[in-house]
């Protein structure tokens, strides 16, 4: 057996003063980037006729704004993870790193070099150098290879001959704690954990610098969970691995990284040390995600902030700030207490979605009282779209808009604390303490 090293959290480490020096050169640099996929890809699914199903025709330009404008550094022998919600953007965040699929915008430098300008070797030499692990081993292990010649892919496309290839796989088996006579067996005879084993090994075949680990522990029960994760940081030691880490699971986040960005539609809203994160959130949606995450002692938990809804289209984001239509936190206009400013905005969203019914009793559709001017615009809106004008009853409703709404917050630094960076308008005077 290869000597693997005491296994150490990325939390720990990071207390310890031990994360990784920041270089001036970090091995990845992202900048800017975007990946937007077309709703509709053929010319007759892109017409869309007007709202009564006739002319004019335009051209539906939807976008989905799956990734919309990254930025990020990724330093050597670092784990930094992405965490957020499923169908956030993280997988084509991955994805587009690796180049799986082409960025719409933005760039991504690795080891100081911009890959678009990659001629096909230096592509191809990239390619050897950031790996790619996904969540469902089953699904990326051909049932009809032998373990043997699955892992020995890369080194087969790298031009290693059949002896050493042999050799190689053997010890790789080895080094991701497998038997050496699994070289001759299929991925049907093994188990979720072991699958992953053999993902591992397959992706560090050829030694690459960066792995991308997308969602790898998940569907894996917990103590699996927490073999794989325990491997996963003796290789990155072994190896002298990078990883970008990406989950939805907050608990495996906080083992395995060194700093975390919380991504929301597309967008990172904070980044922060992994200790900094859980032990002083800043922005509103890192605090209700943490809220989600089982902890030990309830008692502590008196501040939690609920989430509501479900995660907006990225086809058709939320303007401003993009979580302003689930932010418990959302700043008010003149005029509205928060609490009666969250059931505006929930009822603007439903009505945004056509879920109203313009003949009912406004009043149904709130919980709270509003202000006496907020009934009024109720009112018009609803008479409006009673006569068909959808669009003019939402810019009735629009009539009230926060500055969550109208202002795209900037990735800002949190007072005095360097690498924690937040995008939210609330002022800090505002914002409680915080404890999980
Ligand atoms: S900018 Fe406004 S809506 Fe967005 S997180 Fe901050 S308080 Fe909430």
Known sequence: MSSLHDATTGTERESRGESPVEQDQPLLRVRGLKKHFPVN?????????????????????????????VNFDLHSGETFGVVGESGCGKSTLARTLVGLEQPTDGTIVFEGEDISDFDSSS???FRKNAQIVFQDPQSSLNPRRKIGS???????????????????????????????????????????????????????????????????????DMSVQAQILTLMDDLQDEYGLTYLFITHDLSVIRQVADRIAVMYVGDFVEKAPTSKLFAE??????????????????????????????????????????????????????????????EYVTFKTE?????????????????????????STVEKAFTLAEDGDWDA????????????????????????????????????????????
């Open 41 to 69: 890809t053929g010319f007759i699914s892109s017409v869309k006729l007007n709202r009564s199903g006739g002319f004019p025709l335009t051209l539906d330009d939807t976008k989905v704004r799956a990734v919309d404008g």
């Open 281 to 342: 959130p800043h922005h509103p949606y890192s605090r209700a995600l943490l809220d989600a995450v089982p902890n030990p002692d309830p008692a502590s938990r008196d501040l939690s902030a609920e989430l509501h809804g479900d995660v907006p289209s990225p086809s058709d984001p939320p303007s401003g700030c993009k979580f302003h239509t689930r932010c418990p936190k959302i700043i008010p206009p003149d005029g509205f207490s928060r609490e009666e400013y969250i």
């Open 150 to 220: 699955i892992i020995a892919d890369p080194l087969e496309a790298a031009g290693w001959d059949k002896d050493k290839r042999r050799d190689r796989v053997l010890e790789l088996l080895e080094d991701v704690g497998l038997e050496e006579d699994f070289y001759n067996r299929y991925p049907h005879e093994f188990s979720g954990g072991q699958r992953q084993r053999i993902n591992l090994a397959r992706a560090l075949s050829i030694n690459p610098d960066l792995v991308i680990a997308d969602e790898p522990v998940s569907g894996l």
């Open 351 to 375: 009505f945004d979605e056509r879920s109203v019914d313009p003949t009912d009793d406004p009043a149904t559709y709130f919980d709270v009282s509003l202000p006496r001017l907020a009934q």
């Open 393 to 436: 009853a939402k810019a009735e409703l629009d009539t009230h808009q926060s500055v969550c709404e109208t202002a795209v917050p900037d990735l800002e630094q949190v007072a005095d604390a360097s690498r924690h960076t937040s995008a939210c308008h609330l002022p800090d005077a505002e914002r409680e303490p915080y404890t999980w």
């Open 123 to 125: 592509l191809q030499q």
